[in-house]
């Protein structure tokens, strides 16, 4: 069964750091992605890397401040937040996919989604 499973979000204040954390089970990813969705809004792109760790970032939203990283041996992909910012708060999605081979930014380029984890960052 193929299985996303995100985890390390919670409740920062504004200039704080976290790290999320998605675990991959069930198939080797090619690429994966983090999207968010913020309250009333749609989801967005976050960052994306490819196996072979080309990364690809939003950079208008997250430029300097986030970094997308992967342990293929562990089957995980890492998004180290810092800066938050109140703007930052959203749930936190993880996005697969097994055929691309590099970054995308479009949600119909993944396959396989996790469950979201919620990030609050307070001011």
């Given at each position: 069964?193929?299985?996303?499973?995100?985890?390390?979000?919670?409740l920062v204040q504004a200039g704080g750091s976290l790290r999320l954390?998605?675990?991959?089970?069930?198939?080797?990813?090619?690429?994966?992605?983090?999207?968010?969705?913020?309250?009333?809004?749609?989801?967005?792109?976050?960052?994306?890397?490819?196996?072979?760790?080309?990364?690809?970032?939003?950079?208008?939203?997250?430029?300097?401040?986030?970094?997308?990283?992967?342990?293929?041996?562990?089957d995980t992909v890492y998004l180290q937040m810092n800066s938050l910012?109140?703007?930052?708060?959203?749930?936190y999605y993880c996005a697969a996919d097994s055929k691309g081979l590099?970054?995308?930014?479009?949600?119909?380029?993944?396959?396989?989604?996790?469950?979201?984890?919620?990030?609050?960052?307070?001011?």
């Amino acid at each position: 069964q193929v299985q996303l499973v995100e985890s390390g979000g919670g409740l920062v204040q504004a200039g704080g750091s976290l790290r999320l954390s998605c675990a991959a089970s069930g198939r080797t990813f090619s690429r994966v992605a983090w999207f968010r969705q913020a309250p009333g809004k749609g989801r967005e792109f976050v960052a994306a890397i490819s196996r072979s760790g080309g990364v690809k970032y939003n950079v208008d939203s997250v430029k300097g401040r986030f970094t997308i990283s992967r342990d293929n041996a562990k089957d995980t992909v890492y998004l180290q937040m810092n800066s938050l910012k109140s703007e930052d708060t959203a749930v936190y999605y993880c996005a697969a996919d097994s055929k691309g081979l590099y970054g995308d930014y479009r949600m119909d380029a993944y396959d396989y989604w996790g469950q979201g984890t919620q990030v609050t960052v307070s001011s």
